[in-house]
T-cell receptor, first 112, second 112 residues
Framework: DAMVIQNPRYQVTQFGKPVTLSCSQT?????MYWYQQKSSQAPKLLFH???????NEADTPDNFQSRRPNTSFCFLDIRSPGLGDAAMYLC???????????FGPGTRLLVL | SQQGEEDPQALSIQEGENATMNCSYK?????LQWYRQNSGRGLVHLIL?????REKHSGRLRVTLDTSKKSSSLLITASRAADTASYFC????????????FGTGTRLTIIP
């Protein structure tokens, strides 16, 4: 089945130690999104790609970076995780911008 | 600022009853979408309604949209224990630059 896959599902890192989360999709969608979701809150968009065009949200900290080497894969790099970065990170895809988004299961990040 | 506000924040009903959740937003939109999120998982798309539509149905789901009041409602009929989840509305604004903005969510609990 076509799907959005996130690895790992759970990630534990140390304060200040770089971490990379990955997302892959078999839907061949043009648009890929990264969201941060903290407990009992709405998903917050960090950035998205329309094909290779990168779009950063104005309030996304510089500590967060992203790469999309090809259509299928997208990575979220957190250069120096702080305790406040502990959250669920959700990847989503869409064939058309602004239309239905298909989410992966998320990666829960714990920062010690 | 948050585009969508949902109400109520939490709702508990008996299995078999109907559940209604409301979403209000602030700016003109192209479409409004509803998503479900089970605890600790990714979001699942339920239904999309466009700005020129007033009502849509999908199985036990009924969504209405009132653009004059900038509001939408999601009705789940004949609720089941498996409907226990958080429900989010998300809007694509006019000139929204490919993004969805999520509301604050309603936590629905179905009591068996």
């Amino acid at each position: 089945d076509a799907m959005v896959i996130q690895n790992p599902r759970y990630q534990v890192t140390q304060f200040g130690k770089p971490v990379t989360l990955s997302c892959s999709q078999t839907l061949n969608h043009n648009v890929m999104y990264w969201y941060q979701q903290k407990s009992s809150q709405a998903p917050k968009l960090l950035f998205h790609y329309y094909d290779k065009d990168f779009n950063n949200e104005a309030d996304t900290p510089d500590n967060f970076q992203s790469r999309r080497p090809n259509t299928s894969f997208c990575f979220l790099d957190i250069r120096s995780p702080g305790l406040g970065d502990a959250a669920m990170y959700l990847c989503a895809t869409s064939s058309l911008a602004g239309e239905t988004q298909y989410f992966g299961p998320g990666t829960r990040l714990l920062v010690l | 600022s948050q585009q969508g506000e949902e109400d109520p924040q939490a709702l508990s009903i008996q299995e078999g009853e109907n559940a209604t959740m409301n979403c209000s937003y602030k700016t003109s939109i192209n479409n409004l979408q509803w998503y479900r999120q089970n605890s600790g998982r990714g979001l699942v798309h339920l239904i999309l309604i466009r700005s020129n539509e007033r009502e849509k149905h999908s199985g036990r789901l009924r969504v209405t949209l009132d653009t004059s009041k900038k509001s939408s409602s999601l009705l789940i009929t004949a609720s089941r224990a498996a409907d226990t989840a958080s429900y989010f509305c998300a809007t694509e604004r006019n000139f929204g630059n490919e993004k969805l903005t999520f509301g604050t969510g309603t936590r629905l609990t179905i009591i068996p």
